[in-house]
């Protein structure tokens, strides 16, 4: 699995290697300090207009208990341009915080406990836990964590999202819609899923708590 992963993420690179950087976003020892200490009661505040959208339901995330790195990248991406809201709200919300308004963002939604599953999860694809190497499919689970908690430095929690968006985020990597992942790993991974997969998949994590 070792081996597959590691031709895989070759692959990755070299897809991207003529493509223009998905993200601007360079995790420099300083940068990682800047968004550890970010302030969360004072991204308390700043959160009031996200709860109505984030609230763990329909195609939008939750953003409770999610990765502060994650989070931090996803804002700036949306910023800067290389992620596209196809309703363009999430780029507008964006366009108007400083970097410190999303570093404390950041760390207000990591402080919070995370939305948890209702159990009874079952890898019916044996790709989350164990991956697929007759497609070179690494498991979600080298990346996203055994338990889908995410993994540092920006690798997000999937656990306990609604499966609905975790469906519709899967699918906007197949078309290429979403482009801001790293290297195109997630573009390529999810290319390579059917559509029964995504589901399967979308489903799995859902249900982890």
Not at 46 to 54: D, K, Q, R, V, W
Not at 81 to 88: E, I, M, S, V
Not at 120 to 125: C, E, L, N, R, V
Request: charged share 20%; proline share 5%; glycine share 10%.
């Amino acid at each position: 699995m070792k081996a597959i992963l590691l031709a895989t993420i070759g692959m990755t690179l070299a897809a991207g290697a003529e493509a223009e950087p998905s993200s601007k976003v360079a995790w420099t020892p300083a940068v990682l300090d800047f968004v550890k200490k970010g302030d969360a009661d004072r991204g308390k505040a700043l959160s009031a207009p996200c709860a109505g959208c984030h609230d763990g339901t329909g195609t939008n995330p939750n953003l409770n208990g999610q990765l502060p790195t994650y989070l931090y990248r996803q804002l700036q991406d949306y910023k800067n341009g290389n992620r596209q809201d196809p309703a363009t709200i999430m780029n507008a919300m964006a366009s108007a915080l400083s970097d410190q308004d999303m570093a404390d963002l950041a760390a207000w939604y990591g402080k919070q406990p995370p939305m948890l599953g209702a159990g009874g999860a079952a890898d019916a694809t044996g790709i989350a836990e164990r991956g697929e190497g007759r497609r070179m499919e690494p498991a979600c689970s080298s990346c996203h964590g055994a338990a889908g908690q995410g993994e540092k430095v920006d690798t997000p929690r999937l656990a306990g999202q609604s499966a609905a968006y975790l469906e519709a985020t899967l699918l906007a990597y197949k078309s290429g819609r979403r482009a801001n992942d790293i290297y195109s790993r997630m573009r390529l991974i999810a290319g390579k899923l059917s559509d029964a997969e995504i589901r399967q998949l979308a489903d799995y994590y859902a249900k982890l708590k």
